[in-house]
Each structure stands twice: as C-alpha cells, then as structure tokens.
C-alpha cells in the first residue's frame, strides 16, 4: 500500500501562484512514477502532469504546459506541483496519484490516489 497526501491548496487570485506537495508513505517512493489530475465542478477528472521513478521525464497537459512544473524529491518522499500564473479555469480539486509501472496522461493504471486538496483561482 502507498498512502499520498495533497497539500498546499487554497485560494489565490488570477495571476497568482500555490505550490502543491503530495507527500507518499508506505512504499519506496523510489520505485514510483508521480501523476497530478485534477477535477474542475461539473467535469471529470484530468490528466496535469506526470513524472517518472527518477524524475527524468515530465509529462504535462497542453492547458497547463508553461505555467505548471512536476518535480520530486525522492530523499523527502514528496512530488510537488508548482502552479504559476493560476487563471480561473484551473479552479478544481488536485490530486496525486502513483503506480510502479505507468507515468502517462490516463488516470485508470494508477493504482494509488490521495485525498485531494481544493485550488481556486479567482478573477
């Protein structure tokens, strides 16, 4: 079992910037790759970004390639996602995910999800 943690949502103004963490436990965070989705109201649930096991390739959705950069820090078992110029329709519930095997774009081979933490963005 791998739990993660989101943290570091909250409310921010267009233009602004939140950094989110997902801290993992339970495994050898080593040995996962890292996904951020994310779920706006009244739509499903989106690939963000992706990372793999030593964070040497980075995946990110076109409608936040520029603004949002996956990192992680294997020594601290966290992935990060930092959020720069945050526009209104980024406004959703974050989450991270994990799987030993896949790093891409679909959400249904990760087989490890947190919680989520709420990001809104107003204008």
């Known amino acids: 079992q791998v739990q993660l943690v989101e943290t570091g949502g909250g409310l921010v103004q267009a233009g602004g910037s939140l950094r989110l963490s997902c801290a993992a436990s339970g495994r050898i965070f080593s040995n996962y790759n890292m996904g951020w989705f994310r779920r706006a109201p009244g739509k499903e649930r989106e690939f963000v970004a992706a990372?793999?096991?030593?964070?040497?390739?980075?995946y990110y959705a076109d409608s936040v390639k520029g603004r949002f950069t996956i990192s992680r820090d294997n020594a601290k078992i966290t992935v990060y996602l930092q959020m720069n110029s945050l526009k209104p329709e980024d406004t959703a519930i974050y989450f991270c995910?994990?799987?030993?095997?896949?790093?891409?774009?679909?959400?249904?081979?990760?087989?490890?999800w947190g919680q989520g933490t709420q990001v809104t963005v107003s204008s």
């Open positions: 995910a994990a799987d030993r095997s896949y790093a891409g774009t679909h959400l249904t081979p990760y087989e490890y």
């Open positions: 990372i793999d096991k030593s964070g040497g390739s980075t």
